[in-house]
């Protein structure tokens, strides 16, 4: 049996109206007698609202624009069928409004993308077929215990101590190394600690622990 593996790539773009648009859109198809209603439920739930009344000597440049204002809140039939309209798309998809590019458009724009001439003609491309082969590379020993040492409970400085004494590990999990040749070893922040052997072998074992 014959397996393969093969990389599929999606685009998707998601449009969703906020409530707050959805309600906006509500007000805007309301006749002219159900909006007065709604505005006056909500100034007696709402003690802070206030009406901004025309006073009567108002000028004609107030009038012309509270006209406009009026004119703004007329819709066209047309466009209250497109309200309408979206109002049950909105009903029926719990999670409003939603486009999005159908995954069999992706897969026949992805499929007329230019292939490079292996593909086109079948072959497999050796490289790939020697990474596929290839064993994953596991941690190494001093990579692991150092893994585990960085949440080890210890003051800063057996830290660092530790963390030099783990990195001038063997394969076999010895330390071969003097502690004077491996504070040499060592980063500068280590040797401005001056470790005596005894911290050394505070250290190591910590480690050994």
Not at 58 to 71: F, I, K, T
Not at 126 to 143: C, F, H, N, T, V
Not at 157 to 183: P, S, T
């Amino acid at each position: 049996m014959r397996f393969q593996t093969s990389q599929q790539m999606k685009l998707g773009q998601h449009m969703k109206l906020a409530p707050r648009m959805i309600q906006s859109m509500e007000i805007l198809q309301m006749p002219l007698a159900e909006l007065r209603e709604r505005i006056e439920q909500e100034l007696e739930s709402n003690p802070t609202l206030e009406v901004a009344e025309i006073e009567a000597g108002a000028g004609l440049d107030e009038r012309e624009g509270a006209s406009a204002n009026e004119q703004a809140l007329n819709i066209e039939p047309e466009s209250a069928g497109d309200f309408a309209r979206l109002d049950e798309y909105t009903e029926s998809n719990p999670d409003a409004a939603e486009n999005t590019y159908s995954d069999s458009r992706v897969t026949r724009d992805f499929d007329q993308m230019p292939r490079t001439r292996a593909s086109n003609s079948g072959e497999r491309d050796a490289k790939i077929d020697a990474m596929a082969a290839a064993p994953a590379r596991g941690a190494s020993l001093s990579e692991q215990l150092l893994a585990q040492w960085s949440l080890t409970d210890v003051n800063d400085r057996v830290k660092l101590m530790g963390e030099a004494i783990i990195a001038n590990l063997e394969d076999d999990g010895y330390l071969r190394v003097e502690f004077d040749e491996l504070e040499e070893r060592s980063g500068q922040d280590l040797r401005d600690l001056k470790p005596t052997e005894a911290d050394w072998e505070l250290a190591l074992q910590a480690v050994q622990l």
